[in-house]
């Protein structure tokens, strides 16, 4: 039997029925058993509680009200808790070895999904002793509440900067003209698009170097001791289970398999991205000291995003800035949307006023909207999603699409639809000017939707598996194959006009784009590495005792063209170690893949809805019911390899 839960917990009741569920599940006789009622039924339990649960914990991540997002917080802790209780319940995992004998007769997802919950009971503890499993269950508990501590103090760090005019020479004067202003100074909080703009448009060097040094102590000293103690515990875990570190533990069960791998696929990039950073670092150097008429100029990487705009105008004729004016966020929206609908064969109609009065979801701020997803053949309903796209104070600080309800077929036949929240942090409009999106933003957008249809356009009848329920070093490549698009100019076509004249976006300009795509990408590409060989290393430590600011400057050093800056600690705003612990390396792992599968559409056409049709029943439909090198594969018609995302960078 499951513990007891808190009264005051704000998911008091739900926690309390899922018990309850539990109870009723082992007190099930074993001659009564099937894998109906006993083994599949444990996906029931666990989505009810994630659905009855789910939106009061996410409320810490969207409410305007501070106790809200407190009781949030707290209902995303229980609810954790809860399922780490469950995956150290022994009457459970007995339950589970019954049906072991039997599993050659399930064909199929059933018997994946049992294959799966032997395989996490077991990594759970269920071999070791009842101190072992209780030491890990308080460990848990503990991860559970240093991450919720560590997310928050992100999320709510208002670090300002107070600048002058002067200081602010460069930045676009819409922007400024948006932000508080004291005693003749501009306030810019550094989250939502104030960092963009200063780091992209700011002339003035010095501004750019304050800027950075206060981006890079963003969180606080205090997440720098709570990162410190999550390494010591998540090593502790490893150990207790018999893992080399919690690098060897993550990577079990992901595609790269072990931490070789991961290493491997770092070396293999590493001397090749090497190559590429220096000639970037050569170009960006020269124009900066061209811009500025020092021939003895160094460039630092807070000069990287001001010069690849200099850049672009300069060399390709592409102002960032003023490509905005061609980006309105409403015109971008809808032109996405019918990107979307026309490729995937689907409709998106949002739910009214009156549909809302009617019982549909409640919105939680007066910036969201609603909608519904139909199947354009069949007419079906798919799913709901909610977007919520501007800034406000003490919301999540970066762009994340939140699952909020499962697709999940129930054991009485019934199936419940899934609901997601695309959340991110562009421009509010003005009374004078609509919200206007840089390219980059754009291509955020279309990034974080494609998580969005991964969710709403799964087949898969258990929650376990449903949607982005994939390999964590595969759930960004769905996505990141979908970011090409908003490079085609036929796709730009179709929404890409200035928001005062309606002039479409100017063929030289988009050219301009299209031959700079690459400009800067060694660089670029070196920080992903350095973040997530960063990461990688914390939590291969097999003891835990980590200084991460000499790690973090070590791994700096090695992996950047830059100068080390000392006395930072960028790893305290580095949100992804709560969720992605020793897995950022997902996010260029799963390129490998994304490029690939998007050389298929360069094939055969980027808006060619055969293959789009292909690419959503063979990948996006089937969730993580069976490896996610068996979904490329089958969409390739072939086994991926990097070629392509090497062309994507720019190398051969």
Same mark, same amino acid.
């Given at each position: 039997?499951?513990?007891?839960?808190?009264?005051?917990?704000?998911?008091?009741?739900?926690?309390?029925?899922?018990?309850? +569920?539990? &109870? @009723? %599940? *082992? !007190?099930?006789?074993?001659?009564?058993?099937?894998?109906?009622?006993?083994? =599949?039924?444990?996906? #029931?339990?666990?989505?009810?509680?994630?659905?009855d649960?789910r939106?009061?914990?996410?409320?810490?991540k969207?409410?305007?009200?501070?106790?809200?997002?407190?009781?949030?917080?707290?209902?995303?802790?229980?609810?954790?808790?809860?399922?780490?209780?469950?995956?150290?319940?022994?009457?459970?995992?007995?339950?589970?070895?019954?049906?072991?004998?039997?599993?050659?007769e399930?064909?199929?997802?059933?018997?994946?999904?049992?294959?799966?919950?032997?395989?996490?009971y077991?990594?759970?503890?269920?071999?070791?002793?009842?101190? +072992?499993? &209780? @030491? %890990? *269950? !308080?460990?848990?508990?503990?991860?559970?509440?240093?991450?919720?501590?560590? =997310?928050?103090?992100? #999320?709510e760090?208002?670090?300002?900067?107070?600048?002058?005019?002067?200081?602010?020479?460069?930045?676009?004067?819409?922007?400024?003209?948006?932000?508080?202003q004291?005693?003749?100074?501009?306030?810019?909080?550094?989250?939502g698009?104030?960092?963009?703009?200063?780091?992209?448009?700011?002339?003035?060097?010095?501004?750019?170097?304050k800027?950075?040094?206060?981006?890079?102590?963003?969180?606080?000293?205090?997440?720098?001791?709570?990162?410190?103690?999550?390494?010591?515990?998540?090593?502790?875990?490893?150990?207790?289970?018999?893992?080399?570190?919690?690098?060897?533990?993550?990577?079990?069960?992901?595609?790269?398999?072990?931490?070789?791998?991961?290493?491997?696929?770092?070396?293999?990039?590493?001397?090749?991205?090497?190559?590429?950073?220096?000639?970037?670092?050569?170009?960006?150097?020269?124009?900066?000291?061209?811009?500025?008429?020092?021939?003895?100029?160094?460039?630092?990487?807070?000069?990287?995003?001001?010069?690849?705009?200099?850049?672009?105008?300069?060399?390709?004729?592409?102002?960032?800035?003023?490509?905005?004016?061609?980006?309105?966020?409403?015109?971008?929206?809808?032109?996405?949307?019918?990107?979307?609908?026309?490729?995937?064969?689907?409709?998106?109609?949002?739910?009214?006023?009156?549909?809302?009065?009617?019982?549909?979801?409640?919105?939680?701020?007066?910036?969201?909207?609603?909608?519904?997803?139909?199947?354009?053949?069949?007419?079906?309903?798919?799913?709901?999603?909610?977007?919520?796209?501007?800034?406000r104070?003490?919301?999540?600080?970066?762009?994340?699409?939140?699952?909020?309800?499962?697709?999940?077929?129930?054991?009485?036949?019934?199936?419940?639809?899934?609901?997601?929240?695309?959340?991110?942090?562009?421009?509010?409009?003005?009374?004078?000017?609509?919200?206007?999106?840089?390219?980059?933003?754009?291509?955020?957008?279309?990034?974080?939707?494609?998580?969005?249809?991964?969710?709403?356009?799964?087949?898969?009848?258990?929650?376990?598996?449903?949607?982005?329920?994939?390999?964590?070093?595969?759930?960004?490549?769905?996505?990141?194959?979908?970011e090409?698009?908003?490079?085609?100019?036929?796709?730009?076509?179709?929404?890409?006009?200035?928001?005062?004249?309606?002039?479409?976006?100017?063929?030289?300009?988009?050219?301009?784009?299209?031959?700079?795509?690459?400009?800067?990408?060694?660089?670029?590409?070196?920080?992903?590495?350095?973040?997530?060989?960063?990461?990688?290393?914390?939590?291969?430590?097999?003891?835990?005792?980590?200084?991460?600011?000499?790690?973090?400057?070590?791994?700096?050093?090695?992996?950047?063209?830059?100068?080390?800056?000392?006395?930072?600690?960028?790893?305290?705003?580095?949100?992804?170690?709560?969720?992605?612990?020793?897995?950022?390396?997902?996010?260029l792992?799963?390129?490998?893949?994304?490029?690939?599968?998007?050389?298929?559409?360069?094939?055969?056409?980027?808006?060619?809805?055969?293959?789009?049709?292909?690419?959503?029943?063979?990948?996006?439909?089937?969730g993580?019911?069976?490896?996610?090198?068996?979904?490329?594969?089958?969409?390739?018609?072939?086994?991926?390899?990097?070629?392509?995302?090497?062309?994507?960078?720019?190398?051969?």
């Open positions: 039997m499951l513990p007891a839960q808190e009264t005051l917990s704000p998911i008091a009741d739900v926690l309390a029925e899922a018990n309850q +569920a539990v &109870e @009723r %599940l *082992l !007190a099930r006789p074993p001659a009564e058993r099937t894998f109906e009622n006993s083994v =599949r039924a444990i996906d #029931d339990i666990q989505a009810r509680c994630f659905l649960a939106m009061v914990g996410f409320l810490s969207v409410s305007t009200d501070s106790v809200e997002r407190e009781r949030g917080r707290q209902a995303e802790a229980d609810l954790s808790n809860w399922f780490d209780e469950l995956y150290k319940n022994r009457g459970i995992y007995e339950v589970l070895l019954s049906f072991e004998p039997k599993i050659d399930l064909e199929g997802v059933d018997r994946h999904y049992l294959e799966v919950l032997l395989r996490d077991r990594r759970g503890g269920m071999g070791l002793d009842e101190a +072992a499993r &209780e @030491r %890990l *269950l !308080a460990i848990d508990r503990e991860l559970t509440d240093l991450g919720i501590a560590f =997310r928050q103090a992100i #999320d760090d208002e670090t300002t900067a107070f600048l002058s005019p002067e200081e602010s020479k460069g930045v676009p004067k819409r922007f400024l003209d948006s932000l508080p004291s005693a003749g100074m501009y306030q810019a909080t550094l989250k698009a104030a960092p963009s703009y200063f780091f992209g448009y700011c002339e003035v060097p010095e501004t750019r170097r800027l950075s040094l206060l981006y890079g102590l963003r969180g606080g000293s205090g997440n720098v001791e709570r990162l410190e103690r999550m390494l010591h515990l998540r090593a502790e875990k490893a150990r207790i289970l018999g893992y080399s570190s919690f690098a060897a533990y993550q990577t079990e069960t992901r595609m790269a398999e072990n931490p070789a791998n991961v290493i491997a696929f770092y070396d293999d990039l590493r001397p090749r991205l090497r190559k590429k950073a220096l000639a970037d670092l050569a170009e960006f150097t020269a124009a900066k000291r061209e811009h500025t008429g020092d021939p003895d100029a160094e460039l630092y990487a807070w000069d990287f995003s001001f010069y690849r705009n200099w850049l672009m105008r300069e060399r390709y004729a592409v102002d960032t800035e003023k490509l905005r004016e061609y980006f309105p966020m409403a015109a971008v929206i809808d032109g996405m949307f019918g990107v979307y609908q026309d490729l995937f064969g689907i409709r998106f109609t949002e739910i009214t006023e009156e549909a809302r009065e009617a019982g549909t979801p409640l919105l939680w701020h007066e910036d969201v909207r609603l909608f519904q997803v139909h199947d354009q053949a069949s007419g079906r309903l798919l799913g709901e999603f909610y977007l919520d796209l501007h800034p104070p003490g919301k999540y600080s970066h762009a994340a699409n939140f699952p909020l309800r499962p697709r999940k077929r129930w054991l009485d036949g019934s199936l419940t639809l899934p609901r997601v929240a695309l959340v991110c942090n562009f421009t509010k409009p003005t009374a004078t000017e609509p919200s206007l999106m840089s390219h980059r933003e754009v291509q955020t957008l279309f990034h974080e939707f494609g998580h969005c249809l991964h969710s709403i356009l799964t087949e898969v009848d258990y929650y376990e598996f449903s949607g982005s329920h994939v390999a964590r070093d595969f759930v960004e490549a769905p996505s990141q194959m979908l090409n698009w908003v490079w085609n100019a036929d796709v730009l076509g179709r929404f890409a006009r200035h928001y005062e004249t309606g002039e479409p976006l100017p063929k030289e300009i988009l050219d301009g784009m299209v031959a700079a795509k690459n400009l800067g990408s060694g660089l670029a590409t070196e920080a992903q590495v350095y973040l997530g060989l960063m990461d990688f290393t914390f939590h291969s430590d097999p003891t835990g005792d980590v200084d991460t600011n000499a790690v973090r400057e070590r791994i700096y050093g090695e992996t950047r063209v830059f100068p080390v800056v000392k006395n930072l600690h960028n790893q305290s705003s580095f949100g992804h170690l709560v969720g992605y612990a020793a897995g950022y390396y997902g996010y792992w799963s390129k490998v893949y994304a490029a690939d599968m998007f050389s298929r559409f360069s094939r055969e056409g980027i808006m060619n809805p055969e293959t789009a049709a292909d690419y959503r029943h063979k990948v996006l439909a089937r993580g019911t069976v490896p996610e090198l068996e979904l490329v594969t089958d969409f390739l018609g072939r086994k991926p390899n990097s070629e392509a995302f090497l062309r994507s960078l720019g190398l051969d």
